[in-house]
């Protein structure tokens, strides 16, 4: 895995713009797209060497779609991270998610999708991606693959009003493509419903 980074620090573009940018430049068989604020491990890329290769075990072409060190699956959380007060580790690793939280994720370059432009802003556009890859039939799993993440403020965190917009976009867009994916979704902020009267996380 080559290190190449992509940066967007005067907000020219919304984060799936951005990444979509990162996406279309990079060299690498694996791209990561992380939030400024998470710091790796000296031994980091051997442990998702050592994730994709447990995960790819069987031959044949990968199928997993997103990759991380923390998701959700339903209401149960999966990962092993670190913020500024402790390291937490939720189950037993490779753990198949929903979705994965936005702090860190890892694709395939040449994985046949892309982060939804039109729902613009800085939210939630990994748990669309990872839908996405579920709609095609992939799998997201959150790794063995520690970060820690320095302004996670798990528990005390109030989120903007951009967010609950975002989260708006995201329900409209799925609530009639959630074939594959069931009436909700569990993404790290609360879980996504598509049923016709509620929408709320």
């Known amino acids: 895995m080559r290190i190449k980074s992509v940066q967007n620090l005067d907000n020219s573009y919304s ?14 068989d694996l791209v990561v797209f992380c939030h400024e604020d ?10 998702v060497d050592r994730a994709t290769h447990k995960l ?11 990759l991380g060190p923390v998701g959700r699956l339903g209401k149960q959380f999966a990962g092993f991270y670190g913020d500024d007060v402790t390291a937490v580790r939720y189950g037993p690793l ?17 994985l046949d999708l892309r982060f939804d432009e039109s729902l613009g802003g800085f939210h939630l556009y990994g748990a669309d991606l990872a839908m996405q890859c579920t709609e095609h039939g992939l799998e997201n799993y959150a790794i063995d693959a520690f970060v820690w993440h320095h302004t996670s403020s798990r528990g005390n965190y109030s989120r903007p009003a951009e967010y609950h917009r975002i989260r708006l976009r995201l329900q409209r867009k799925w609530r009639w493509r959630r074939k594959r994916l069931g009436k909700r979704i569990g993404t790290t902020c609360g879980q996504v419903h598509f049923g016709w009267r509620h929408g709320w996380f």
């Open 15 to 28: 984060a799936a713009e951005a990444l979509n940018l990162g996406w279309e430049q990079s060299d690498s």
């Open 38 to 47: 998470v710091e790796f491990p000296v031994e980091w890329i051997s442990r």
């Open 56 to 66: 790819e075990a069987g031959g044949g072409p990968p199928s997993w779609g997103v």
């Open 94 to 110: 490779p753990g198949q998610v929903d979705t994965l939280d936005e702090l860190c994720m890892i694709v395939r370059r040449n």
